[in-house]
């Protein structure tokens, strides 16, 4: 297929090009080809026989782009409708211009900004701009998303876009369909190796599940911690062998995000060095099962960029100087777009860490993997964000919540054949009741 010629206007064009190059290149695999157009109103795209596809841009307008970033920018509601034609319905959202579609013969227009949001959701920018109050680990709260306001929080909007972009060109006279593949990922947070520290912390275990009355946790952790005290059993937090187990003949991926440094006595708990002869036996053996394997940066690194590349040279040398692409923020701390630039400029391909701690949903809008923004110095980075669904800890007591909400991400998932990426932390598959509903979130997510 041959390039699809696209007119842009000649501002904000490091910003429309990169909406264009997610939408259609990075997810489609689509050749594009942009040309200059003295017309700021609309994007077109040229399809067969003359006919021509025009999205309106109701964003990108000011010549200079940092005029834009600015809470008045941001929608103060969304519309909804359904789209049709060609025997085709869209449940459309937009956020910026009208949800509403002319399809003529020459000339289809379609009134809703997609390339304006789908901008807005891969590049956080939002977060960026955001003058209020954080939350008690200095994170954008969940609270205060658009996607989380307008309830679109569990929907992935860009990939909708996908689809109807796909439509679209397809009534322009092309062939197009979409080439990617549902791919589930399991990944681990290995923020504690140990659980059992001397007898002060096992009473402190028996206290809490003591306030809880849960009985069985307390049979539980006598019978753990006495057995590791005398040698019979491994630290239950030490679930390396459970966790490889639990991933036979499943078709499910999985990585490990390991922690090397601290830089919080309090919210960095993990007692354990990245050299130790028995972590780096785990090593040995993840890479013989061919498990992925990455960094879980401490707690004050997110804006450090000489502290997580310390993290990242101490994992890397202990990890036998293996190629280190994957990053993973502990307490999911973040900052748009400071955090990303500073894993890029340290050499990593690849982070997981978008998704709010609260809830799961989709914080990008998306179940693809995608290169990322740097809107402070308007450049598309090598960096990619790959799209972490759900994390188990707000819900872990709640069995019937966790299954619930994977079951219903997994099924809108795999409509886009995107990614399924759930994390659940290696400290929290001590108990029966965590193992269990760990077994079924594995049998929910993984592929067909």
């Not at 849960?214 to 390396?240: A, M, Q």
């Not at 630039?341 to 391909?349: L, N, W």
């Not at 740097?374 to 972490?388: A, G, I, T, V, Y």
Request: aromatic content about 12%; overall charge neutral; hydrophobic content about 35%.
């Amino acid at each position: 297929m041959k390039k699809l010629r696209i007119h842009i206007p000649t501002i904000c064009q490091e910003e429309i090009k990169y909406s264009f190059h997610c939408l259609l290149t990075h997810f489609l695999g689509l050749q594009i080809e942009f040309i200059d157009s003295e017309d700021d109103q609309y994007y077109r795209i040229e399809g067969h026989k003359g006919k021509s596809l025009l999205i309106e841009n109701h964003f990108f307008q000011n010549p200079n782009p940092k005029e834009l970033y600015q809470l008045s920018k941001i929608p103060k509601e969304v519309s909804s409708k359904i789209l049709a034609f060609s025997k085709m319905e869209f449940e459309h959202i937009c956020l910026y211009g009208k949800p509403e579609l002319e399809v003529n013969p020459k000339e289809i227009n379609l009134k809703s900004d997609i390339i304006a949001a789908s901008f807005f959701m891969l590049s956080r920018w939002e977060e960026w701009i955001y003058e209020g109050e954080l939350d008690r680990h200095e994170r954008f709260p969940l609270e205060a998303s658009l996607s989380f306001k307008s309830h679109f929080y569990q929907r992935p909007l860009v990939n909708e876009y996908v689809e109807l972009f796909i439509a679209l060109l397809n009534e322009l006279g092309y062939s197009i369909s979409n080439p990617n593949k549902y791919k589930a990922v399991i990944s681990y947070d290995i923020d504690m190796v140990q659980k059992w520290r001397g007898i002060k912390s096992f009473l402190q275990s028996i206290f809490l599940n003591l306030k809880r009355k849960d009985f069985g946790r307390i049979i539980n952790d006598k019978l753990s911690y006495f057995g590791n005290t005398v040698g019979l059993n491994k630290d239950p937090y030490f679930s390396f062998d459970f966790i490889l187990d639990s991933l036979k003949n499943k078709k499910v991926s999985a990585i490990l995000y390991f922690k090397s440094g601290v830089s919080h006595p309090r919210f960095d708990k993990n007692i354990y060095n990245v050299s130790d002869p028995k972590i780096k036996e785990v090593f040995k053996t993840l890479h013989t099962e061919n498990v992925e394997i990455g960094l879980h940066p401490s707690y004050h690194t997110f804006d450090n960029k000489e502290k997580m590349r310390e993290e990242f040279e101490a994992l890397q040398i202990a990890n036998s100087n293996h190629n280190l692409v994957n990053c993973r923020q502990h307490y999911l701390r973040f900052s748009i777009p400071e955090t990303w630039r500073i894993m890029d400029e340290i050499g990593f391909k690849n982070d997981s860490s978008m998704v709010y701690s609260k809830e799961a949903g989709f914080r990008c809008g998306v179940c693809y993997s995608f290169p990322v923004f740097d809107c402070e110095n308007r450049k598309m980075l090598s960096l990619q964000e790959s799209p972490l669904i759900f994390m188990e800890t707000p819900i872990l007591e709640d069995e019937d919540k966790i299954i619930n909400q994977v079951e219903k991400l997994t099924g809108i998932i795999k409509k886009y054949n995107g990614e399924n990426i759930v994390l659940w932390h290696n400290n929290n598959l001590h108990y029966k009741k965590h193992r269990r509903s760990y077994e079924r979130v594995l049998d929910i997510i993984q592929g067909n």
